[in-house]
């Protein structure tokens, strides 16, 4: 078996004997959906970048491996990355890489949230890009259709509907402002941000439009 079987094999065990995710198979659904998702967006930075790309992978299978837990404060959330590391620790430590690259597959899963680890480390393009696909995936189709359905859009009055899209397409256009450590990465987010962007834009058109026949006599 080699190490991506393999840390999915412990991945899933370890969602599967978790008290938590017990109580919260939504969660534990999620969660898991979201880990396989940074996975495979490792993997293309990986690939097209020409980095050790099983590695990288194992790396994006084990981000989040902390979720397992309770997390009790915002404290525990902000911490997660190193939780996550350490949890993962005496896993990684039984794979087939050599110990610079165990290193700096659990250096890259500690730093992924806040860009802090409490162990020494190298940041470098193979350890950024762990946090890299996990950002990335914050932003695609999916969560960008649980961040609207969180914020409950289609209830919202239209004057607090049209100043939600004006303020999330600002947030957009900051976004394209933002470069990551890989150039493949730094693609992916831009074109996930600006088909968002494209999105929002239609909507605003069409939140507009549904007003604008008020203004009928000036079209004439």
Not at 132 to 145: G, P, V
Not at 189 to 217: A, T, V
Request: hydrophobic share 35%; with cysteine.
């Amino acid at each position: 078996m080699n190490n991506i079987d393999k840390t999915i094999e412990f991945l899933e065990r370890c969602f599967d004997q978790s008290e938590y995710f017990k109580q919260e198979p939504d969660s534990k659904k999620y969660r898991l959906e979201h880990t396989y998702r940074v996975a495979n967006i490792g993997m293309e930075i990986a690939v097209k970048e020409k980095l050790n790309i099983e590695a990288l992978v194992v790396g994006c299978l084990l981000h989040d491996i902390s979720y397992i837990e309770t997390f009790q404060a915002k404290e525990d959330w902000m911490n997660h990355g190193r939780k996550a590391a350490e949890i993962a620790k005496p896993f990684v430590d039984t794979l087939d890489f050599d110990e610079k690259t165990k290193d700096e597959i659990l250096y890259g899963i500690a730093i992924h949230v806040d860009d802090l680890a409490d162990f020494s480390g190298e940041k470098n393009a193979f350890t950024q890009s762990i946090g890299d696909a996990d950002n990335i995936d914050r932003f695609d189709a999916f969560r960008f259709y649980e961040m609207l359905k969180y914020n409950q859009l289609e209830l919202l009055s239209y004057k607090e509907q049209v100043k939600f899209i004006e303020e999330q397409i600002e947030k957009c256009n900051k976004l394209l402002q933002h470069n990551f450590a890989t150039p493949t990465a730094t693609a992916l987010f831009h074109g996930r941000i600006q088909s968002n962007l494209e999105f929002l834009c239609r909507l605003q058109n069409q939140l507009n439009q549904s007003k604008s026949i008020l203004d009928w006599e000036e079209k004439i």
